[in-house]
């Protein structure tokens, strides 16, 4: 049987990256998949290669657009608030709106798209919120204090929001992903660094964008449904939490 068979799971930067391999893989599970992405080009093509998968241009830190997509979607049975950006700086260099933009894209992006989608899974009695951190909240990672912030705020968020939605049967998760494998890794990290990141993982191979949409998986079907406000360290291995 597919897991995910009847299912709606709305999925946050899927063009690329993490975002796609979930929508990939729930896809294929059996769910219907709407995939939200500011890059339309991408997203598109992206949903056009996924069987009944649905692309919807968004930019997640605009909230009334975000309601207006969901609103158009219908039932949302799951959601993976994954869209997100890293670029580093130091902290002595950072400006406030650099770091306002990385609180805005990273964290309160999740504050519009839950604010969608709650009320409707409140009503049905049922739903599965996924949360994308980093394996950087347990680190300290230097250069990206603002993004370790904003991760922080996600686990932060996940926790209270398993509280007040429990009683409502709707699930809060987090996954903290490793260094992961994808495209966009390629703009801030070089071989050696890659090196020396698989070193550190007890797993001697990179993790790759299915790792994570595995523990995703997870996360948003029946496979999880004693389990809420928890943070999956999804690393290989290099930190334990
Ligand atoms: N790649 C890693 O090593 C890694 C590690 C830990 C956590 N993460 C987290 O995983 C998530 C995905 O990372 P990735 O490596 O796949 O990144 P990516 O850059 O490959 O994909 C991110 C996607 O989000 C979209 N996006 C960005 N801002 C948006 C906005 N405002 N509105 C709508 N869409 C927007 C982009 O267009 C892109 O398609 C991020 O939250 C990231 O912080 C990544």
Redesign the pocket.
């Known amino acids: 049987m597919l897991i995910m068979q009847n299912r709606v799971a709305l999925v946050?930067?899927?063009?690329?990256?993490?975002?796609?391999?979930i929508a990939r893989l729930f896809a294929s599970m059996g769910a219907k998949v709407i995939l939200?992405?500011?890059?339309a080009a991408?997203?598109e093509a992206t949903a056009r290669s996924i069987d009944g998968a649905r692309a919807v241009t968004?930019?997640?830190?605009d909230g009334e657009a975000v309601d207006t997509a969901v609103r158009n979607v219908g039932r949302v049975d799951v959601l993976v608030n994954?869209?997100?950006?890293?670029p580093r700086r130091k902290f002595i260099d950072m400006t406030e709106a650099e770091w306002d933009q990385m609180q805005?894209?990273?964290l309160k992006?999740m504050f519009h798209c839950i604010k969608a989608v709650a009320p409707g899974m409140i009503a049905q009695g049922s739903g599965k919120i996924v949360n994308?951190?980093?394996?950087?909240f347990h680190l300290g990672t230097s250069e990206l204090s603002h993004?370790v912030a904003s991760?922080g705020g996600v686990i932060g968020l996940t926790r209270s929001l398993a509280r007040e939605f429990g009683e409502h049967n709707v699930h809060v998760n987090c996954i903290?992903?490793?260094?992961?494998?994808?495209?966009?890794?390629k703009n801030f990290v070089n071989d050696e660094a890659v090196r020396f990141m698989v070193s550190q993982q007890c797993l001697k191979r990179r993790i790759v964008?299915l790792d994570?949409a595995r523990a995703a998986l997870f996360l948003a079907s029946d496979l999880s449904d004693g389990l809420t406000g928890q943070t999956l360290n999804v690393d290989g291995g290099w930190v334990m939490h």
């Open positions: 946050t930067g899927a063009a690329t990256g993490i975002g796609e391999g939200l992405d500011r890059d991408h997203n968004v930019d997640v830190c994954n869209a997100g950006i890293f805005n894209v990273n992006s994308i951190s980093s394996v950087t993004y991760k903290t992903p490793g260094a992961i494998n994808t495209e966009s890794e964008p994570i």
